[in-house]
């Protein structure tokens, strides 16, 4: 069984900087994107960023410049460097996988159990 683990949250004043990770573990054959998610008191999940496996990177217009995501594909973890940290980055942050754990088996998404950031004035 594949699993998220995600790790780096907490409390931080705004213009500090926190970093996520998030270690894949268990049975994947294949990783096409991880990325993370986050979502806001009474807000909807919104992307953050994205990295394929071709490292192509894509990030939502709200946190590009501030936030870098990158990943280790031998330790199957992907992390994101905020920066620049804003009252409104305040969410819970959820790591996302797509990719499939065996050759001929289906592609599906699979999620963390999300990490609090709260950024406070």
């Known amino acids: 069984q594949l699993q998220l683990v995600e790790s780096g949250g907490g409390l931080v004043q705004a213009g500090g900087s926190l970093r996520l990770s998030c270690a894949a573990s268990?049975?994947?054959?294949?990783?096409?994107?991880m990325g993370w998610y986050r979502q806001g008191p009474g807000n909807e999940r919104e992307l953050v960023a994205t990295i394929k496996s071709n490292d192509e990177t894509a990030y939502s217009d709200s946190v590009k410049g501030r936030f870098t995501i990158s990943a280790d594909s031998a330790k199957k973890t992907v992390y994101l460097q905020m920066n620049s940290l804003k009252l409104e980055d305040t969410a819970v942050y959820y790591c996302?996988?797509?990719?499939?754990?065996?050759?001929?088996?289906?592609?599906?998404?699979?999620w963390g159990q999300g990490t609090q950031v709260t950024v406070s004035s």
């Open positions: 268990g049975s994947i054959f294949r990783i096409n994107r």
């Open positions: 996302n996988l797509q990719g499939r754990q065996t050759y001929s088996g289906s592609n599906n998404n699979y």
